[in-house]
């Protein structure tokens, strides 16, 4: 069992930057896939970025390539999403979520945290 909260949600101006942090619960950890996912309201969940347990691969969706940052700190247990230039359309709640192998596909992660708002104002 991976438990997962996120933090560091908020409201930021458009051009602006937030750093977003789950951390999980469990020995664990070190071993899951990681992933964030997000979805706006009348949207599905889309993929947003994943790394993998050994930090050697990382994947991003098309829509945040070059703004976006994943990372983590296995020390930490925590997982960690670097925002940056931030877009109106980039406001959702931002989920992260584990697997044992990082994917884009939310059907392939059992666990998830509860979610935190990230609002862009233009």
């Known amino acids: 069992q991976v438990q997962l909260v996120e933090s560091g949600g908020g409201l930021v101006q458009a051009g602006g930057s937030l750093r977003l942090s789950c951390a999980a619960s469990g020995r664990t950890f070190s071993y899951y896939g990681m992933g964030w996912f997000r979805q706006a309201p009348g949207k599905e969940r889309e993929f947003v970025a994943a790394?993998?347990?050994?930090?050697?691969?990382?994947r991003y969706g098309d829509s945040v390539k070059g703004r976006f940052t994943i990372s983590r700190d296995n020390a930490k247990n925590t997982v960690y999403l670097q925002m940056n230039s931030l877009k109106p359309e980039d406001t959702a709640v931002y989920y992260c979520a584990a697997a044992r192998v990082a994917s884009t596909s939310a059907l392939e992660y059992p666990y998830w945290g509860q979610g935190t708002q990230v609002t862009v104002s233009s």
């Open positions: 790394i993998s347990w050994s930090v050697a691969g990382t």
